[in-house]
């Protein structure tokens, strides 16, 4: 399984979104990584379908949707309808999670679920045989720019193990925080795709950080 690099959209110029688009489809990014927020799962208000589909229309990669939204299975088949290629529900927002998944898959895309900081990866036991990835959130869900949570790497370990365990090829992603100071242990631990935000459209250089991630993540 390759090591994959996902910028999120969420740190980019929307007042220029198209230039940051082409940037990622121009760079050695493997996957668009975007935040949909609803005000009600997360503290914060993102972008919704509109903007969405004004980015898929532009993306030439993988397009990674992390639903940081409650109720998400009333829109499984129109994020399916806008491009998205991966759908990741958080665990805490999902009552029938069994159900989503089956109708994230149904729909034809890969299905994916993100645990909060605090929530254990026990909590994935029982359904890990499903999953076609685990995002861990390194931060508290909601913004962009905050600080890596160290605790995320044993949880990657854990994960890792039970992936193994449970003989699935399950991809595990980190959301939050990401640097080229923590990209190493991320991989090291058990991780294959990081998602930077701020650390890569703060950079000077965007472009330039993709590539010295997907140098560092191998
Ligand atoms: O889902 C989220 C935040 O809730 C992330 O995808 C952030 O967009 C990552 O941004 P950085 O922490 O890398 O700035
Ligand atoms: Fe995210």
């Not at 090591?3 to 489809?25: C, G, H, K, T, Y």
Request: charged residues 20%; proline residues 4%; aromatic residues 6%.
């Amino acid at each position: 399984m390759s090591n994959l690099i996902a910028p999120s959209i969420l740190a980019a110029d929307f007042a220029n979104l198209q230039r940051d688009v082409e940037m990622v489809n121009n760079s050695e990014a493997d996957w668009f990584h975007i935040d949909i927020m609803d005000g009600v799962f997360v503290p914060n208000i993102s972008f919704g379908m509109p903007v969405l589909k004004a980015i898929t229309k532009h993306a030439k990669k993988t397009i990674d949707v992390h639903l940081m939204i409650v109720n998400p299975d009333q829109y499984i088949q129109t994020f399916a309808d806008l491009g998205a290629d991966i759908l990741t529900v958080h665990y805490e927002a999902c009552t029938h999670l069994h159900r989503t998944v089956q109708a994230i898959k149904a729909a034809g895309m890969k299905a994916g679920v993100a645990l909060n900081p605090h929530t254990p990866i026990a909590v994935l036991e029982d359904i890990i045989a499903d999953l076609d990835m685990v995002c861990l959130m390194s931060v508290n869900p909601g913004f962009g720019g905050q600080s890596f949570i160290e605790n995320t790497y044993k949880k990657v370990s854990q994960l890792r193990h039970l992936i193994e365990f449970a003989k699935s090829d399950c991809q595990i992603e980190i959301d939050g925080g990401v640097t080229s100071k923590n990209a190493n242990t991320l991989i090291e631990a058990g991780a294959n795709v990081l998602v930077a935000g701020s650390f890569v459209f703060g950079a000077e250089d965007p472009t330039a950080t993709i590539a010295d991630l997907k140098s560092i993540v191998g």
